[in-house]
C-alpha cells in the first residue's frame, strides 16, 4: 500500500537570500527537501550542515536531506543530529547502508536511501527493510530544473512491487523534473513522496502549485 501522496519541494533554486519567506511560499508542503551536494559525489555545489540547520530552525515543516555527497558514512549523522526528520544518502555513497541506517534511527531520524537513475534496484534490495524511503532519482543528480526521464517509470513500478513484496511500509519518493505534467505518471508507477523544484517555485502561486500537484497525484495512486 502506498502513502498517502506527500509534495516535498526542493528549495535548490529558492532565493535562498530570503529563506524564511520562500519557506513560507511552501506552508501547505509535507515537507522540506534540502539537496546537499560536494561536487564530487556531483558535478555541482550548493549547501551543507549550516544551510540544512538553518531550513530546520526556519520552518515547521519536516526536513528531507537528500545527501549527493561522498562519504555518506561520514556526514550523514549529523544530519540527523541537526534536526532533520528524513536524512537520504546515495547508495553508491555508503559502504555500510545496514549500518548507516541504524545510526540515522539511533539519532532520531527516518533513514533514506537514493538510487541514480542508472543504478539498479537490486542495489537496495535486501536493505529495504531497515529504511523508511527509497529515492528513485529521476533526473542525473547534479542540478534543478532538468528533464523526468520517463525510462525511470518501470523502475518505480518494480520498486513499488518490490516494497509490497516484502510487505513493508517504506515511501517511494521520485526526484527531479516532477511537475504537473509528469506527477501523475509517477503516482501511478507506485511513487507516494514527491519532490519538485522548479515546478514550485517558478509557480506564481507556490501553494496552488503544492496542491494541485497533491491532487494530480492521489487522483492517480492505486
Ligand atoms: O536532487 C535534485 C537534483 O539533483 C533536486 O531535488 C531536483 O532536481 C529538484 O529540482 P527539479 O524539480 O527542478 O528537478
Ligand atoms: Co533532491
Redesign the pocket.
Known amino acids: 500500500m502506498s502513502h498517502p501522496a506527500s509534495i516535498t519541494p526542493?528549495i535548490?533554486?529558492c532565493d535562498v537570500a530570503h529563506l524564511a519567506t520562500e519557506l513560507e511560499r511552501i506552508a501547505n508542503a509535507d515537507g522540506v527537501?534540502v539537496?546537499v551536494m560536494d561536487n564530487h559525489f556531483?558535478p555541482n555545489l550548493s549547501w551543507g550542515l549550516p544551510v540544512a540547520e538553518a531550513v530546520v530552525r526556519s520552518t515547521r515543516l519536516p526536513v528531507d536531506a537528500?545527501l549527493?555527497i561522498e562519504a555518506a558514512d561520514r556526514w550523514a549523522p549529523a544530519y540527523a543530529e541537526a534536526g532533520c526528520q528524513v536524512v537520504t544518502p546515495h547508495v553508491e555513497a555508503t559502504q555500510a547502508p545496514v549500518r548507516l541506517a541504524r545510526e540515522l534511527h539511533r539519532l532520531g531520524a527516518q533513514a533514506g536511501l537514493a538510487l541514480r537513475p542508472a543504478t539498479p534496484l537490486e542495489a537496495v534490495e535486501s536493505v529495504l527493510g531497515e529504511l523508511d524511503l527509497l529515492l528513485v532519482?529521476t533526473?542525473e543528480?547534479?542540478?534543478?530544473?532538468?528533464q523526468f526521464i520517463e525510462a525511470m517509470l518501470p523502475k518505480i513500478k518494480r520498486a513499488r512491487n518490490l516494497i509490497s513484496e516484502q510487505n513493508l511500509s517504506v515511501r517511494l519518493q521520485v526526484?527531479?523534473?516532477?511537475s504537473r505534467q509528469t506527477i501523475e505518471r509517477a503516482a501511478e508507477a507506485g511513487a507516494d513522496t514527491f519532490?519538485?523544484?522548479?515546478?514550485v517555485y517558478r509557480a506564481d502561486d507556490a501553494l496552488a502549485e503544492v496542491q494541485a500537484l497533491r491532487e494530480l497525484a492521489s487522483a492517480h495512486q492505486h
Not at 543528480?141 to 532538468?146: A, E, R
Not at 519532490?195 to 515546478?199: E, N
Open positions: 526542493s535548490l533554486n527537501h539537496d556531483v537528500h549527493m532519482m533526473v543528480p547534479g542540478f534543478g530544473g532538468q526526484d527531479g523534473g516532477v519532490v519538485a523544484g522548479s515546478a
